[in-house]
C-alpha cells in the first residue's frame, strides 16, 4: 500500500514545490511508483513537470468536490515512474465550497482510497497556509515533510504549524506522523544557515533528515523549463541532494516496514 506523504509548511518560498517535484522525480527513478497531487492553486508543481495548467480540465479540484476520480484525474508527465494530479488556479474557491459540507477536510481522504494501493508513494504539495486545502492533505496523509530555509525567520511559524498538526492528529488524523524536516536552501558560506542547521538539528534532533538541500542554480532554472532537476540535469548538485533525500525517505521506511 502506497504511503501518502504531504509537503508543508505556511511560509511561502521555503521550497515545498522544488521538494514535491524534484522528490517525486528521484523516487521515480529509484523505481518506485509515484502520484504527485497538486494542492496549491498557484499550481506550480503542475508546470515544474511539463504540464499547461491553462488546458486542465479535470484535476484537484475536482477530486475534491468528488465530481471526478482521482484515475480521471491523473496525468503522466515528463518524469519516468511518476503520474500527477494537476492544479488549476480554479482550486482558489474550493475552500470557500467546501466550508458548508459535511467532513470537509475528510474530502481528498475519501478520493485517494480507490488509488492508494497502486502507489509506493503518493505526494502532495500543499499550498502555503493553513486552510482547508491544507487540512485535506494532513487530514489524507501518513506523515508530513516540513521544508525549512536555512535563513534568519527560519523557525518562524513553525511552532504554528506544529500546533496544526497535533490538532490534526488529536481531531481528523491520529496515525500522522512527522516524516522529517527538511532544510532547505543551504549555503555551506554563510555562518548564517550553518547556525541554523545547528540549531534545528539540537532542537529536533532525529527529527531532521540528513540530507541537506543546497543553493544550486539549476534547480532554480528547471522548473522555466519545466523539468525536474534529475531530467534538466542529472549531475548537478541539485539532482544529487534530492536524490539522497530519495534514498533516505525509502530507506526509512523500508526499515519501519520490516
Do not use: W
Amino acid at each position: 500500500m502506497g504511503k501518502i506523504i504531504a509537503i508543508a509548511n505556511q511560509k511561502g518560498g521555503v521550497g515545498k514545490t522544488t521538494t514535491s517535484v524534484n522528490l517525486a522525480a528521484s523516487l521515480g527513478v529509484l523505481e518506485k511508483k509515484v502520484l504527485l497531487i497538486d494542492a496549491d492553486p498557484q499550481a506550480n508543481a503542475s508546470s515544474g513537470l511539463g504540464i499547461d495548467v491553462e488546458t486542465v480540465e479535470t484535476g484537484t479540484y475536482q477530486i475534491l468536490e468528488h465530481s471526478s476520480t482521482p484515475e480521471e484525474a491523473t496525468l503522466s508527465c515528463n518524469a519516468p515512474n511518476v503520474s500527477i494530479i494537476p492544479a488549476h488556479i480554479d482550486l482558489v474557491a474550493i475552500e470557500i465550497e467546501l466550508v458548508d459540507k459535511e467532513n470537509r477536510e475528510y474530502m481528498l481522504k475519501q478520493a485517494l482510497e480507490s488509488v492508494k494501493e497502486q502507489y509506493d508513494y503518493i505526494l502532495i504539495d500543499c499550498a502555503p497556509s493553513l486552510g482547508l486545502l491544507t487540512l485535506n492533505a494532513l487530514t489524507a496523509a501518513d506523515s508530513v515533510i516540513i521544508p525549512i530555509q536555512c535563513e534568519y525567520f527560519a523557525l518562524e511559524g513553525l511552532g504554528k504549524l506544529l500546533n496544526t498538526i497535533k490538532s490534526v492528529q488529536k481531531i481528523h488524523n491520529p496515525a500522522l506522523d512527522i516524516e522529517g524536516l527538511l532544510l532547505t536552501m543551504y549555503d555551506a558560506r554563510l555562518r548564517l544557515s550553518n547556525q541554523v542547521v545547528e540549531e534545528v538539528q539540537k532542537h529536533f534532533n532525529d527529527m531532521v533528515f540528513k540530507t541537506l538541500i543546497q543553493r544550486n542554480v539549476k534547480l532554480s532554472e528547471a522548473p522555466s523549463y519545466g523539468e525536474s532537476i534529475i531530467n534538466y540535469d542529472a549531475t548537478s548538485k541539485g539532482a544529487s541532494n534530492y536524490l539522497n533525500l530519495a534514498e533516505e525517505i525509502i530507506k526509512k521506511n523500508s526499515t519501519v516496514g520490516s
